[in-house]
């Protein structure tokens, strides 16, 4: 009879337990995806696609600190869901218009809080929002990221020998992938965000996040028994003290118990899941762009896109001139009248015309007479933007920005930030308004990927956040050449990165060694001039020297027509890791470009995108003998079939390139 008893009274638990569970549903516009989202003792949500488990049951919440955690024992008050259709214009993007459409639920309960959900074609993205008095204080929160199988995934770690968590969380963000089993990973260094999940049936899921505004980025890390992601946040910093490179960083000495502190009515950052059947789908994503929130500018017609000569990667080794090369005002002169002769619109001064270990923005080095290189500039229709220290522009920030905008110049590269904690975010917010009353550009360096803060402020031309090509000046061990044909899959589906390609010297594998003072580049010429096309990158840099480009007008020319915004982008074909080809349109002309890793390729391109009408191609090709002299090419021009298709043709580490037009 006791045992009767107490199997009845489990029986009942359970019921009561099911009882107290709810589930609600959510679907893609088009079907294929679906999300779980089950409120019980706490918040869970899942995702498949088509018959795919892309996340299994994963719980979120957040705590505030001395107060209660949201998602625990939650208790749903109202479920509201919505359907939208739109266009966002998108100036200055991969392309002029974005399709914005999804499915949306948004979660409200009792406590002044919800979950919104949403659902589109290409993956779901959910936020936490709060309405509550004054601020609050974030002490955590959990996004634990659960996969029923140990899938393989894509991942770059932070900088290596760092042991402690504080010191991974000081991090420039520059690191390359390492692919393995996610429980294969090591759980002693933190990874950042994006990164990319290999699901089954070829698809794939990245992981980003969006609008992230006044709350600290995201790390992953993995656990060694089951195949998980969990979060984690740097904590608000409570004491800093400078130092870092050249006295123009604060280092982070305490922290305090919290992550944030911030409005009590506020939507928080997307946690961003993007799902693709093939590896092209990624190569064209917008969900970071659309997930970002909208400009907060009402002019953006001086925001002016465009190249930029650079100095520092090429270390001012300028040659052929009856003056000492370096940084000096006829140097610049010299850059500015190449910039000028070849239409590229910028030239940057780089790190070096500030008074060095002062981090003060005003205190300029006698041998740089900085009003006349700008009007110089401006004479030869040439703007000018400056570097800048992180704590040197932070420490007096208006009164550096409106200095400079009133003697002319165009923006600020701005460097060292190397955190993304709250305060740090918050810098990045500050920056973008302060330069865009003054009509300044900003170019982020030292810091994580982009979220969309190049939409809400578009004077936030471009982002670092990459292991561009000033690794190949000190990388003994670098493979550039494969991590070029990874990141147009993973970091950029999160914006635009300043990569600095454009290297004159070429060299194949076997012949490349790090040359700090004269670089070289891995792969081929071509493959140089298709990274224009290939890398998202409304401020483009020419990183070799002009005597180099001097000596190469064909190359030159054609990259200082290639346009760094458009109006159209079409994924052709690609694999993660291994090659990729897009083409984008600006006007009445498109452009192609295509990588591969270092296995020569030979690739059929469709170009039916072009429609109706008689086209011509003039093509970049890797030269016969690119295998064994990197630098060796082949220009052609040649009439577009009428059955849209191209054969091509890439040497190891190879690239190809052309410019069609009618």
């Not at 961003?272 to 059947?277: A, D, M, N, Q, Y």
């Not at 990141?487 to 600095?500: E, S």
Request: charged share 25%; aromatic share 12%.
């Amino acid at each position: 009879m006791k045992v009767k008893t107490l199997v009845a009274l489990f029986l009942t638990m359970g019921s009561v337990s099911l009882m107290a569970q709810k589930t609600y549903q959510l679907q893609s516009p088009d079907k294929k995806l679906q999300a779980v989202v089950t409120v019980g003792e706490d918040v869970r949500f899942s995702v498949t696609h088509e018959g795919t488990e892309v996340l299994a049951e994963s719980p979120i919440s957040m705590t505030l600190r001395n107060g209660p955690v949201l998602g625990l024992k939650p208790k749903v008050s109202k479920v509201k869901k919505a359907s939208v259709d739109k266009v966002i214009t998108a100036p200055l993007y991969k392309k002029a218009e974005v399709q914005d459409v999804y499915n949306e639920m948004t979660i409200l309960f009792r406590g002044n809080y919800g979950l919104t959900f949403r659902l589109y074609d290409e993956g779901l993205a959910y936020r936490f929002t709060t309405s509550m008095k004054d601020s609050i204080y974030i002490q955590s929160e959990q996004a634990e990221y659960n996969f029923s199988k140990d899938y393989k995934a894509w991942v770059p770690y932070v900088t290596a020998n760092k042991k402690t968590i504080e010191d991974q969380l000081s991090n420039s963000f520059e690191q390359t992938y390492t692919e393995d089993h996610i429980t294969k990973f090591t759980n002693e260094r933190l990874k950042f965000l994006p990164l990319l999940v290999n699901l089954e049936d070829g698809k794939k899921l990245c992981i980003t996040e969006a609008d992230l505004e006044s709350y600290p980025g995201m790390f992953l890390n993995n656990e060694k028994d089951r195949p998980t992601f969990k979060n984690v946040h740097a904590q608000y910093p409570k004491v800093l003290q400078q130092g870092g490179h050249n006295m123009l960083q604060m280092l982070v000495k305490e922290r305090h118990d919290y992550i944030a502190k911030t409005k009590g009515t506020r939507a928080f950052p997307w946690r961003v899941f993007i799902v693709s059947e093939n590896d092209k789908e990624l190569a064209d994503c917008d969900m970071v762009y659309r997930l970002a929130a909208p400009s907060r500018l009402k002019d953006v017609s001086w925001v002016k896109p465009g190249k930029v000569a650079w100095d520092w990667w090429n270390d001012w080794n300028i040659y052929g001139v009856d003056f000492r090369a370096g940084i000096n005002n006829e140097t610049y002169k010299y850059y500015i009248d190449f910039a000028s002769e070849h239409g590229i619109e910028y030239v940057i001064l780089d790190e070096g015309w500030a008074v060095n270990k002062k981090a003060d923005l005003m205190q300029v080095i006698p041998e740089i007479d900085l009003q006349m290189l700008i009007d110089y500039g401006k004479q030869k229709n040439v703007g000018i933007i400056l570097w800048a220290g992180y704590y040197a522009f932070d420490r007096d920030m208006e009164n550096v920005v409106k200095h400079f905008a009133k003697m002319g110049a165009k923006g600020f590269k701005v460097d060292f930030m190397d955190r993304d904690d709250q305060e740090i975010i918050d810098f990045l917010y500050r920056s973008a308004k302060t330069c865009a009353r003054y009509n300044m550009l900003v170019d982020f360096h030292g810091i994580c990927k982009p979220t969309g803060l190049q939409r809400t402020y578009p004077n936030v031309i471009n982002y670092e956040g990459v292991a561009g090509l000033e690794n190949v000046k000190w990388g003994k061990d670098l493979d550039q050449v494969t991590y070029d044909v990874t990141i147009p899959y993973i970091r950029q589906i999160a914006g635009p990165m300043d990569y600095t390609q454009g290297a004159m010297r070429n060299a194949i594998r076997k012949n490349y060694r790090p040359v700090n003072s004269d670089p070289i580049s891995q792969g081929t010429r071509c493959r140089q001039l298709a990274t224009y096309v290939i890398f998202e990158s409304p401020l483009n840099m020419l990183c070799d020297n002009p005597s180099n480009y001097m000596r190469e007008k064909e190359c030159t020319e054609f990259i200082a027509r290639i346009p760094t915004v458009w109006e159209q982008t079409v994924a052709l074909d690609g694999k993660v890791g291994e090659y990729v080809a897009i083409a984008r349109q600006h006007s009445d002309t498109w452009y192609v470009g295509a990588l591969t890793n270092w296995t020569a390729r030979e690739m059929e391109l469709d170009l039916s995108f072009l429609g109706e009408g008689n086209y011509q191609m003039e093509i970049f090709q890797d030269g016969i003998n690119a295998d064994r002299a990197a630098c060796d090419y082949k220009k052609v021009t040649i009439p577009v079939s009428t059955d849209r298709k191209v054969k091509i043709k890439m040497a190891p580490g190879g690239g190809w390139a052309a410019r069609i037009f009618k």
